[in-house]
């Protein structure tokens, strides 16, 4: 749903306009109506507006000035006059349309309209790059993983091991978060191999730049940085101790 702000200082023209849009573009809702610059700003801010129809004249400034409050403003403009000696003005702003009053519904449902096109096709633009730039992050030394409840996106090197289980996979993470995702560790498998992780047991992959030592007591076990003692599997033991021997 498109959110409006209505900025008229004439009350019975603030009405009318409210009730055309709501007649004629069921698509938009009226946040909140005000009468001033001041006032405007603070709708404006506080519904959060994708769209303000302004009149150019308001009780403590113009529409101008309403809009000069914004850096650089995330709505659609449209201003409406009694005259056209500030349609050229409004251009400046890149207002979506300039409507002379008394408004015409059909006009100012065009207007509408028009903006709520612009508004959406952004929007489109917007989840398109989100996308791909989320879809990269799993490209590059980052990984996405999907809780119940949240989104997490972290550093791979910062993850310490992972735990399978089933479907189930549990991050381990260098700050003592455990991360568990609903899927299976081989979903990530690729993209830790590649990151200096390992396999050391059919349930665990680790990060070998996280390791400590290995303890060979109790059938062997791998000592992260964070503490934690990840079970070897006895045919990965060897490769283990090529590897620390290699270090000295």
Partial sequence: MIKAVIVEDEANIREAVARMIQTCCPNVTIMAMAAGVKSGVGAINEHEADLV??????????????????????FKIIFMSASMDYAIKAIKF????YLLKPIDEKEL?????????????????QQKALG???RDLNKSHRLVLKTADQVHVVNIED?????????????????????????????FEETLL??????????HL???????????????????????????????????????????
């Fill in 94 to 97: 890149n207002a979506v349309d």
């Fill in 194 to 203: 590649e990151h200096g992780f390992h396999r050391i047991h059919r349930s």
């Fill in 132 to 134: 791909e730039s989320i």
């Fill in 53 to 74: 129809i302004t009149d150019i004249r308001l009780m403590d400034g113009s529409g101008f000035d309403l809009v000069r409050h914004f850096d650089n403003p995330d």
């Fill in 109 to 125: 449902t065009l207007a509408v309209n028009k903006a709520v096109d612009m508004i959406r096709f952004e929007e489109s633009l």
């Fill in 159 to 187: 993850i310490v091991h992972v735990e399978a289980d089933s479907n189930y996979s549990s991050f381990y993470m260098q700050d003592g978060r455990k991360i568990v995702v609903s899927k299976a560790v081989k979903e």
């Fill in 206 to 248: 680790v990060n070998i730049n996280k390791m400590s030592y290995l303890d060979k007591a109790d059938g062997g076990f791998l000592v992260m940085l964070d503490g934690a003692r990840v079970p070897v599997a006895s045919r990965k033991k060897d490769m283990l101790m090529e590897l620390f021997d290699g270090l000295e």
